[in-house]
């Protein structure tokens, strides 16, 4: 079982909606979780960081926790085509090094 | 958040030589990673780079294929030694405090060897 799973997608969603993205975890001690962007042929960019259950909301992106069913998700809402990227989702225990999902390509339709 | 400056941005190499990527942070950081990433797939930790100490490797990495250096906080190098084929890649360095933030990563290198 991978540590960290994500759908690969492409995810295609329209100019405007509101795009979901889906990640759950194996190792029940991760702290920290996160959303890196990554645009092809471009390094990961940290776009969303959460620690605690809930929501956390930052412009249009929210990013969503719940620890007891291992799950962490990323909205992003009024989609434009220059989200079109992979969406890696990481966990990291303490000051250890991020674990990576293999990434969601999500692909905004204009 | 630290700026990571990773150079070479990409290089072509011959099978058996070495290959030293080397990054340097604006800021002070705690922790620095390296990472390889292949085409269309996701981020494989390398190594934790250690400041003043031998860095600490992931399974399937070897300090003598991978050597890397950590003088000070703000500076590290990956070496990748005696190249074939299959060491084509992308590598990314990776850092930051390690406290509530998450790490930044640099530019990358793009790895084609011959």
């Known amino acids: 079982q991978k540590e960290v799973e994500q759908n690969s997608g492409p995810l295609s969603v329209p100019e405007g909606a509101i795009a979901s993205l889906n990640c759950t975890y194996s190792?029940?001690?991760?702290?920290?979780f996160f959303w890196y962007r990554q645009y092809s042929g471009k390094s990961p960019e940290l776009i969303m960081s959460i620690y605690s259950n809930g929501d956390k909301e930052d412009g249009r992106f929210t990013a969503q926790l719940n620890k007891a069913s291992q799950y962490v998700s990323l909205l992003i809402r009024d989609s434009q085509p220059s989200d079109s990227a992979t969406y890696l989702c990481?966990?990291?225990?303490?000051?250890?090094?991020?674990?990576f999902g293999s990434g969601t390509r999500l692909q905004v339709q204009p | 958040s630290a700026v990571i400056s990773q150079k070479p941005s990409r290089d072509i190499c011959q099978r058996g030589t070495s290959l030293t990527i080397q990054c340097q942070v604006d800021?002070?950081?705690?922790?620095m990673f390296w990472y390889r990433q292949q085409p269309g797939q996701s981020l494989t930790l390398i190594a934790t780079a250690n400041q003043g100490s031998e860095a600490t490797y992931e399974s399937g990495f070897v300090i003598d294929k991978f050597p890397i250096s950590r003088p000070n906080l703000t500076f590290s190098t990956l070496t990748v030694s005696n190249m074939s084929p299959e060491d084509s890649s992308i590598y990314l360095c990776s850092g930051g405090t390690g406290t509530n933030y998450g790490y930044t990563f640099g530019s990358g290198t793009r790895l084609t060897v011959v």
């Open positions: 990481a966990t990291r225990t303490g000051r250890r090094a991020l674990t």
């Open positions: 800021s002070q950081v705690t922790m």
């Open positions: 190792d029940r001690v991760s702290q920290s």
